[in-house]
């Protein structure tokens, strides 16, 4: 089963940039959503940001939206999370994910996960 690796998170301070990698283990994901989720502690995992296959269509939750960019380079199995304008409220465990079409927003619906990366902001 393919599995997913995420790297680049880090802390930093409010108003500030990271970038996120997600990294597949084979190519099967070209095909596939990639997405990511973030959990804080104490709460729910969320989605944040999905894309489709080519990355033609992309989706945000509003609470990110105009902040960050997800895109993806199949040709390195790798998907990113380009984040702008980072908050306090972003602080979270940031994860990787992939299913095939069509893109959900919900947790459950995704069986594919990666460790997660630690995104820490300050105030």
């Known amino acids: 089963q393919v599995q997913v690796v995420e790297s680049g998170g880090g802390l930093v301070q409010a108003g500030g940039s990271l970038g996120l990698s997600c990294t597949a283990s084979d190519s099967t994901t070209v095909s596939f959503v990639m997405a990511w989720f973030r959990q804080a502690p104490g709460k729910d995992r969320e989605f944040v940001a999905a894309t489709s296959w080519n990355g033609g269509s992309t989706y945000y939750a509003d609470s990110v939206k105009g902040r960050f960019t997800i895109s993806r380079v199949n040709s390195k199995n790798t998907v990113y999370l380009r984040m702008n304008s980072l908050k306090p409220e972003d602080t979270a465990v940031y994860y990787c994910?992939?299913?095939?079409?069509?893109?959900?927003?919900?947790?459950?619906?995704?069986?594919?996960w990666g460790q997660g990366t630690q995104v820490a902001v300050s105030a």
């Open positions: 994910t992939a299913k095939l079409a069509p893109v959900l927003t919900t947790a459950r619906d995704y069986h594919r």
